[in-house]
């Protein structure tokens, strides 16, 4: 049978075997799952060579899971239930024997257009049903699928399809998110001048809008699936073949494609969907993040359907056509379940509390917060006003290298606290080091995040670049995985997450690296150097404050900070405009050359009483200048 955790004794208990015997604790996990051919080794490698792995051996195709295994049973359940972005439109459900017959129907599409085990696919979508139908028809025959968020830029959508090699991109003609229409197949048509690699894409249609046509590379998804057939045969995979590439940023550099394998990842989003939420037979489940993130990928499409769960898909967004656009869809499918971001949270509480006050909310059962720190304020919000007090909240603490979720209470189980993710999983086994890379031991105590043993669902590789993999995440402190979160962990041995400790930001839940956004400024023709620090911002979480030098100054700020903004949505997305900017005569730098971003950062946050030791800056006058500067 499978784990089932439900009781706080049992998870202690668990918690504790899963430490002691963490191959027999995988295995017995693992044994769930249908495999063509059972693994040989449970788990090879280290966190010191860089070289896990895990049900090595192992024959599999992870659809079979997700798909097949439930026809006999479960066929006619709701697998999804798609809600569009105006409430008016067309809405509609699907079961999992019609999402199995689409994503055949699909896989053979891809097949016929010489699409092969191992080749890169890259899906840039609206939040539809095609959207996982694509992916999961790539899975089913083996090809490595790499999602691109579409509220990225062509030049962002050609450097990850560049990065993989990606034979074929999957887009939609266009989309809409609230009142905005985004043309995503102009843009692709932009990113593709640059892409010799993509021989094929494919176009579902979703906006009706005029689109540019190339011949003999464009085709319709409605044209193709029409006479293909509807049974697939899946493609057996290894269990450490790759599954998808998904891009993130880091601190340095361009973002990096993180690899997961079909093996371990299944086993690892399938057991944490099934525990921290608690899901059950009659259950509706909802979590609102996109598929072109983590969230989308391990909690809308694989663990859900790997748990045979109902789950609502959202193309829109929290405040369109107004914001009671969330709780509304709640009261109508009866959501149990409900996993959203901070982010979100925070924008809502500041609506009339009307527009809650208006549905009914009674189905729901469960809470989940992801993607960054919950504060108290937005926490007990989300507890008394929508959980009506009476819905744990889950604060899921993972990452894009995670797979799934690694520190969190399991709902109705963990005894929570606002602002703590609580507790590890079982399985996983957090620890905390000083700069030195001792651990700490005892409570009550703070440093950084590490994990001290591997677990399946974790990142395997940086697509193409081996060396960084094992600098990023293994070198700092050899023997652990290095989180690149700061943690607490109180008296009770419980975890808060503070944030990242290194040059990645955190805005409204959307990972962003600082060295992105300030070679996105520099293009600028005026802009001489960028510094980008983050700040304490009471919606976003953090907001981005870029500091700049200019050649000659800048006559007109406002006029210029829209130039930045436009030239950063050209480069990355929207969602890199920094909030805020300012024209400084020099960045404070060390005598090598470093710019001193804990200077900045102060400025930023408006904290200048005490700018601490600035004696190692080649010119320590400029602090004054940078306080007594004014941002736009
Ligand atoms: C942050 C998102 C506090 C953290 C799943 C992490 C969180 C980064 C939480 C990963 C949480 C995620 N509490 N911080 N519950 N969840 N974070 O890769 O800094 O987009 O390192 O994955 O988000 O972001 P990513």
């Not at 016929?112 to 999961?136: F, H, N, Q, W």
């Not at 083996?142 to 509220?151: E, K, N, R, T, Y």
């Not at 090699?165 to 998110?177: E, P, Q, S, V, W």
Request: hydrophobic share 35%; net charge negative.
């Amino acid at each position: 049978m499978w784990l089932n955790i439900d009781s706080f004794e049992e998870y202690k208990d668990v918690y504790k075997e899963s430490v002691e015997n963490p191959e027999e604790f995988w295995e017995h996990e693992a044994g769930t799952f249908y495999w063509r051919k059972r693994w040989e080794e449970t788990h090879s490698g280290s966190f010191k060579n860089g070289d896990v792995k895990w049900f090595e051996g192992g024959k599999l195709n992870i659809t079979e899971n997700c798909l097949d295994r439930h026809l006999n049973t479960i066929g006619n359940k709701t697998a999804f239930i798609f809600e569009p972005n105006h409430p008016d439109s067309f809405r509609r459900t699907i079961t999992y024997r019609q999402l199995h017959e689409d994503v055949c129907r699909f896989a053979n599409v891809l097949e016929s257009k010489g699409i092969e085990k191992g080749d890169r696919v890259a899906i840039y979508m609206a939040m539809t049903p095609e959207l996982m139908i694509a992916a999961l028809a790539c899975a089913r025959i083996g090809a490595v699928h790499s999602i691109v968020f579409a509220g990225f830029s062509a030049q962002s959508l050609a450097e990850r399809i560049q990065d993989c090699d990606a034979k074929m991109l999957i887009t939609n003609d266009g989309l809409r998110r609230g009142e905005k229409h985004v043309p995503l197949k102009d843009i692709s048509d932009e990113a593709l001048e640059d892409c010799p690699s993509v021989k094929k894409v494919i176009v579902c249609q979703r906006t009706n809008r005029d689109i540019d046509w190339v011949e003999g590379r464009d085709e319709w998804w409605h044209l193709l699936i029409r006479n293909a057939p509807k049974e697939h045969e899946a493609v057996e995979m290894d269990a450490e073949d790759p599954l998808f590439i998904l891009y993130t940023s880091g601190s340095t550099g361009k973002p990096k494609g993180q690899v997961h394998t079909c093996g371990g990842y299944m086993v690892y989003t399938s057991y944490t969907f099934r525990n921290v939420f608690q899901v059950e037979e009659e259950d509706v489940y909802w979590c609102t993040a996109d598929a072109g993130w983590i969230t989308g990928h391990s909690y809308i499409l694989y663990g859900p359907l790997l748990n045979g769960a109902s789950s609502i898909i959202f193309e829109g967004t929290p405040t369109y056509p107004d914001a009671g656009r969330l709780w509304e869809v709640c009261e109508k499918y009866g959501v149990t379940h409900f996993y959203t971001s901070p982010t979100a949270i925070r924008a809502l509480m500041k609506e009339d509390i009307e527009y809650v006050n208006k549905y009914d909310l009674s189905s729901l059962k469960v809470l989940g917060s992801v993607g960054e720190p919950i504060n108290e304020e937005a926490w007990h919000w989300y507890h008394d006003k929508i959980g009506n007090g009476q819905c744990p909240i889950v604060d899921t603490w993972w990452q894009t290298e995670t797979g799934g979720i690694m520190i969190s209470p399991l709902a109705g189980v963990t005894p929570t606290k606002p602002g703590f993710a609580t507790l590890p999983l079982p399985g996983i086994q957090p620890a905390l080091v000083d700069k030195n890379g001792k651990e700490i031991d005892g409570n009550g105590v703070q440093g950084n995040l590490v994990i001290k043993y591997p677990w399946p669902g974790m990142t395997r590789g940086i697509w193409g670049n081996e060396e960084r993999y094992k600098e990023t995440y293994f070198a700092d402190y050899p023997g652990y995985y290095f989180t690149g979160d700061g943690c607490r962990r109180d008296e009770d041995g419980y975890y808060r997450i503070t944030g990242r400790v290194d040059d990645v930001l955190n805005v409204s839940g959307h990972r962003l690296g600082t060295a992105e956004i300030e070679n996105a400024i520099d293009e600028h023709p005026k802009v001489i150097e960028a510094a980008i620090v983050g700040y304490p911002h009471d919606v976003k979480g953090e907001g981005i404050f870029a500091f700049m030098t200019c050649d000659n100054g800048v006559s007109e700020p406002e006029d210029f900070k829209k130039e930045i903004h436009d030239l950063v949505s050209k480069i990355i997305s929207p969602i890199a405009k920094p909030d805020k900017i300012q024209i400084v005569d020099g960045l404070p730098k060390t005598r090598s050359g470093k710019i001193m971003r804990r200077i900045l950062r102060n400025v930023a946050a408006g904290e200048t009483d005490d700018m601490g030791d600035t004696s190692t800056l080649l010119d320590p006058s400029v602090v004054d200048e940078i306080i007594a500067g004014k941002a736009y």
